[in-house]
T-cell receptor, first 113, second 112 residues
């Protein structure tokens, strides 16, 4: 158990819908990262927040957005969902902005039908 | 981002050592070498990292070539639980892991 929690574990929704994925980092960690893992693209970095502020963006679609709240939990919002958005979404946390280790949560499996 | 090259798959027997290679010929002087692994149906897990010197921790050892163009992750005694995809990743200066760029990794199969 990494100490990072993600909810929900599974999510099934229809195309065009909007969903919110939630992540609680390890206690004391200030950085939160979001990754997407699909069969064809592998594990891809989406976005990084540090202490409430966006630090880096990766291949995140404009339909996706994220935020980190004052209590340090983070949410990833996916809207206008397409079939291709079906994937595993992982959240990771680390102590600082440039920590050597990232701790990954168990992931949320999103299925868009 | 500097590129890494790993074999697609490797096989090992339980309780034998495993050497997982990684080539990173375009590594810069300040790039750190990280290894993560992903067990089936789980999120990635940090294994080890290093810059120039060989490193040991409770999970594994990391051997870094003198020219730093390659490295090897060593599992001293493989167990069935070590069956996973192993990723070799380079990160920028200061060892910052702001963004981990995962390749395809090496799928390790451990035979009983």
């Amino acid at each position: 158990d990494s100490g990072v929690t993600q909810t929900p574990k599974h999510l099934i929704t229809a195309t065009g819908q909007r969903v919110t994925l939630r992540c609680s980092p390890r206690s004391g960690d200030l950085s939160v990262y979001w990754y997407q893992q699909s069969l064809d693209q592998g594990l891809q970095f989406l976005i990084h927040y540090y202490n409430g502020e966006e630090r880096a963006k990766g291949n995140i679609l404009e339909r996706f957005s994220a935020q980190q709240f004052p209590d340090l939990h983070s949410e990833l919002n996916l809207s206008s969902l397409e079939l291709g958005d079906s994937a595993l979404y992982f959240c990771a946390s680390s102590v600082d902005v440039d920590s050597y280790e990232q701790y990954f949560g168990p992931g949320t499996r999103l299925t868009v039908t | 981002d500097a590129k890494t090259t790993q074999p697609n798959s490797m096989e090992s027997n339980e309780e034998e050592p495993v050497h997982l290679p990684c080539n990173h010929s375009t590594i810069s002087g300040t790039d750190y070498i990280h290894w993560y692994r992903q067990l089936p149906s789980q999120g990635p897990e940090y294994v080890i990292h290093g810059l120039t010197s060989n490193v040991n921790n409770r999970m594994a050892s990391l051997a870094i070539a003198e020219d730093r163009k390659s490295s090897t992750l060593i599992l001293h005694r493989a167990t069935l639980r070590d069956a996973a995809v192993y990723y070799c990743i380079l990160t920028g200066s200061r060892g910052g892991s702001e963004k981990l760029v995962f390749g395809k990794g090496t799928k390790l199969t451990v035979n009983p």
